[in-house]
């Protein structure tokens, strides 16, 4: 297999050939054929999550077929269109037992992990998934199977950054019809996040972020109003679009600096939700005033937007198939494995709603 590896924070990653070893039992192999290129894979080359042990192969969007199956495996089949995820469930757990997959107390892991062929080093697979790569093994309940009549590059941001933003929406928060709601951030995520609050019927929908061309999106994705935060102060903005009282939810789609993070819990209203949706760096403190939720105001985390997902990516799946969601527009720009470092630089001048590996 081919596949993009990370050796060490903030430098390019490389790519290689790898062996694999055929799945185990319980265990299946996925050709896969596109991966999204999320601002988590990113956190993890910056090295915000020192915990992820290297060398790993990144990637965790991931829509692809199976090849081949261990024994055992019972739900999926050879030629099935799969999503993985890498919060499967193990069903078992008190979280899983309470309907709560998204923070199962269980990691997936394989019996087997790819060897470089170069240096010989056994390569890591980022949470259990490695999407960076022609092919991948993982545990039979990773790999979610899914209609066939969806484009892969589509069915791979249903994995994480569609699922991840409307689920914070529809899941965590519950977003009543009718209310107002603030977004802070417009990539992959935020912009599902925007799109989650239209399915929910928010009345006002205010998309705030630092660059002008990801505003202009906000609105293609259903923004009723933009915040450009370099410009205005987003809290006292938000106020003002709201009737001078805030919003009744927002949503935090950056994680990566501590003052939009304070900004997403100033902007509700009294018995306002938010929900920090961005997966921030290790070690970020976060300070607020004692009074900021006083007024029975609260902070909700969400977890891949506390998804089931043999629930949640098939539903997905269907919305976009009503024209509810859309995903076509999502997708800014394909590459192939070799340029996967040209992909993070686009990521990073935020140039792109989304860009996706392919693999033919
Ligand atoms: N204020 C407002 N917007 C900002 C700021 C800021 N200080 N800093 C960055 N942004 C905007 C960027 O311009 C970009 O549009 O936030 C957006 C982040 O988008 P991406 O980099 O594409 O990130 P995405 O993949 O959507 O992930 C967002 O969710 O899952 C987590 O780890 C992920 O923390 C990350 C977050
Ligand atoms: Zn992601
Ligand atoms: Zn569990």
């Known amino acids: 297999m081919k596949a993009a590896v990370l050796y060490d924070y903030n430098h390019p990653l490389k790519v290689e050939s790898?062996?694999?070893?055929?799945?185990?039992?319980?265990?299946?192999?996925?050709?896969?054929?596109?991966?999204?290129?999320?601002?988590?894979d990113w956190h993890v080359i910056k090295g915000d999550w020192p915990h992820v042990p290297l060398p790993t192969v990144l990637g965790h969007e991931t829509s692809g077929v199976i090849e081949d199956i261990g024994s055992g495996v019972k739900t999926v089949q050879v030629g099935d269109h799969v999503i993985l995820t890498?919060?499967?469930?193990?069903?078992?757990?008190?979280?899983?037992?309470?309907?709560?997959i998204s923070v199962c107390d269980e990691?997936?892991?394989?019996?087997?992990?790819?060897?470089?062929?170069?240096?010989?080093?056994?390569?890591?697979?980022?949470?259990?998934?490695?999407?960076?790569?022609?092919?991948?093994?993982?545990?039979?309940?990773?790999?979610?199977s899914v209609d066939r009549d969806?484009?892969?590059?589509?069915?791979?941001?249903?994995?994480?950054?569609?699922?991840?933003?409307?689920?914070?929406?529809?899941?965590?928060?519950?977003?009543?019809?009718?209310?107002t709601v603030s977004v802070f951030g417009c990539g992959g995520v935020g912009l599902s996040c925007i799109q989650g609050a239209k399915i929910a019927g928010a009345d006002k929908?205010?998309?705030?972020?630092?660059?002008?061309?990801?505003?202009?999106?906000?609105?293609?994705?259903?923004a009723t109003h933009t915040v450009n935060s370099q410009n205005v102060d987003p809290v006292e903005k938000i106020r003002e679009l709201?009737?001078?009282?805030?919003?009744?939810?927002?949503?935090?789609?950056?994680?990566?600096?501590?003052?939009?993070?304070?900004?997403?819990?100033?902007?509700t209203r009294k018995k306002g939700v938010t929900v920090w949706v961005g997966a921030p760096p290790v070690g970020l403190d976060v300070t607020l005033d004692s009074r900021s939720l006083v007024f029975e105001k609260s902070i909700l985390g969400s977890y891949i937007g506390s998804a089931r997902p043999h629930i949640d990516f098939p539903k997905m799946l269907k919305l976009y198939k009503n024209g509810?969601?859309?995903?076509?527009?999502m997708l800014s720009q394909s590459h192939p494995i070799e340029d996967i470092n040209l992909a993070f630089d686009a990521m990073k001048r935020g140039e792109v709603a989304r860009s996706v590996i392919t693999f033919e």
């Open 324 to 329: 509810m969601l859309k995903l076509d527009e």
């Open 18 to 40: 790898l062996s694999l070893n055929a799945p185990g039992p319980g265990e299946v192999l996925v050709k896969i054929h596109s991966t999204g290129v999320c601002h988590s």
């Open 205 to 222: 929908i205010i998309a705030v972020d630092i660059k002008e061309n990801k505003l202009d999106m906000a609105i293609e994705f259903g």
């Open 107 to 144: 990691v997936p892991s394989v019996k087997s992990l790819p060897v470089s062929s170069e240096s010989g080093s056994v390569v890591n697979q980022l949470v259990g998934l490695g999407g960076f790569a022609t092919h991948t093994v993982v545990p039979e309940w990773a790999a979610v």
């Open 242 to 267: 709201s009737d001078g009282l805030g919003t009744h939810y927002s949503f935090e789609a950056i994680g990566v600096v501590e003052k939009t993070l304070v900004q997403s819990v100033e902007c």
């Open 86 to 100: 890498w919060k499967p469930g193990c069903g078992r757990c008190e979280m899983c037992q309470l309907g709560h």
């Open 150 to 179: 969806v484009p892969f590059p589509q069915k791979a941001l249903v994995g994480c950054a569609v699922t991840t933003g409307v689920g914070s929406v529809i899941n965590t928060a519950k977003v009543q019809q009718g209310s």
